[in-house]
């Protein structure tokens, strides 16, 4: 008996590509007059306004990792180490493809918080808890239906306000186990800014280095998520190579987080990159540097070659009308008949600020998250004053098993559906 037969119909063939009213407009409401306080700060301390927000909870969010869950499925598939390293490269970098234009703020999630997804359709089962408050921690664990992959990490992340910008520096580790082949492999996930925080149009860039490793073969893949440079001719660019143990090339990797990604062999790209490299710097002498980058800068030059390897799927069209949610973000907050009184009474889908932003009613969605922060902080201040410690329900702080850093590791049985003593956090 697999996940797979006692899998519910949680989130399954609901067709939807709207949300149940458009998102509202931010023009006028000024983020200089909350964030001129807070220039250097850590931001999750300081309460934002729910206008900043999209009607999802951090929680579900980080599902959004799931959206490419085919590329598991397609490492699983292949006795080849290189073209599995391929796949799951491209599924690191798929993980963060959701965040493109998504310049609402998710709702932060409450201490104890949980959120559930099951996809038959793409073959898994997803859960994850709010384990931190300060600093705020997610925990996730996910599994294939067919026992196929795990999939599990906490994500910890550090929001700094630079003046123009908003930085978001995810801190935790990532990791995807694939049983078949006895394989694990670890990642960090890319910083994610989002600029014009002030004036002008907000855009998104991510940046930095990723670097996946198998822990059972010694493979990695490096890969630089690029900034976007002073003439924009960088903008959402990744490239980087597969390298075995003992660091030589086996194979380059490159593409852009919000496209597609493209491998071929490492010397065709390196003469590429030369030749490239040449030209531009004969172009660079005559333009004028730009505050913010061209609109749609030249997509992905593909290599001669070249093998693609991941693109994205394409939004809905009015994705822009719903915070530029992706089809699969626009179903996370739907609340099925099937699940009442079956999910936990701590699921995202039953906070009432999310539901009513979602609903378009802004001032209910205000004054509920409001009262859910201090609901929150009279329980802190209740423990505070008894014995009686928090205890997380689903997840134990341990080291990773792979690489042994810090990291939150799932306990088993929430899916046993026995929720007794669950925090009464909404």
């Known amino acids: 008996n697999t996940l797979e037969d006692e899998a519910e119909t949680n989130g399954k063939n609901s067709c939807t590509t709207c949300l149940p009213a458009p998102m509202f407009s931010r023009n006028d409401v000024s983020v200089w007059s909350i964030l001129k306080k807070c220039i250097g700060m850590e931001l999750s301390k300081i309460a934002m306004p729910v206008v900043f927000n999209e009607p999802l909870s951090f929680l579900q969010r980080l599902t959004e990792y ?18 599995r390293m391929k796949c799951v490269a491209a599924f690191a970098v798929s993980a963060v493809a959701s965040q493109w234009e998504r310049t609402g703020k998710p709702f932060n999630p409450l201490l104890g918080e949980t959120y559930e997804l099951i996809r038959d359709d793409l073959g898994f089962r997803w859960m ?34 630079w003046g123009k910008s908003i930085e978001a520096e995810p801190k935790g580790i990532i990791t995807l186990e694939l049983p078949k082949y006895n394989e694990a492999y670890t990642w960090t996930n890319p910083t994610c800014c989002v600029h014009n925080i002030i004036v002008g149009q907000l855009w998104i860039e991510q940046y930095g280095n990723v670097e ?21 001719k960088e903008l959402h660019k990744v490239e980087g190579y597969i390298l075995d143990k003992s660091k030589k090339k086996l194979c380059a990797i490159y593409g852009k987080w919000t496209e597609c990604l493209y491998t071929v062999d490492p010397a065709t790209f390196d003469a590429h990159k030369k030749s490239d490299k040449k030209n531009s710097d004969e172009r660079k002498g005559n333009e004028e540097p730009e505050e913010m980058p061209p609109p749609d800068a030249e997509t992905v030059q593909v290599i001669p070659g070249s093998e693609l390897v991941w693109k994205i799927t394409p939004r809905p069209e009015n994705s ?19 699940m009442e009184g079956v999910i936990p009474t701590t699921d995202s889908r039953l906070r009432p600020d999310i539901r009513a932003m979602e609903n378009g009613d802004i001032d209910l969605a205000s004054a509920e998250k409001k009262r ?3 609901k929150q902080r009279m329980a802190r201040k209740n423990r505070a004053k008894s014995t009686d410690e928090w205890k997380n329900r689903w997840f134990n702080q341990g080291p990773n098993p792979h ?24």
């Not at 408050?133 to 795990?150: I, N, Q, R, T, Y």
């Open 320 to 338: 822009a009308k719903f915070y530029a949610f992706s089809t699969f973000a626009m179903q996370l907050n739907e609340l099925e008949k099937s």
């Open 66 to 83: 799931m959206e490419h869950t085919y590329l598991i499925h397609q490492a699983n598939a292949t006795t080849d180490s290189i073209e």
């Open 212 to 232: 996946v490793i198998n822990h059972k073969t010694g493979e990695r893949c490096s890969m630089t998520f690029k900034p976007c440079g002073l003439f924009g």
């Open 128 to 161: 994850s808890e709010q384990v931190s408050h300060h600093p705020p921690v997610s925990a996730f664990h996910a599994e294939g239906l067919k026992e196929d992959f795990v999939f599990h990490g906490s994500i910890y992340p550090k929001l700094k306000f």
């Open 372 to 374: 859910l922060e201090e």
């Open 403 to 426: 690489n042994k850093a810090q990291d939150w590791l799932y306990l088993k049985g929430y899916w046993d559906r026995n929720y007794t003593q669950l925090p009464d956090i909404y």
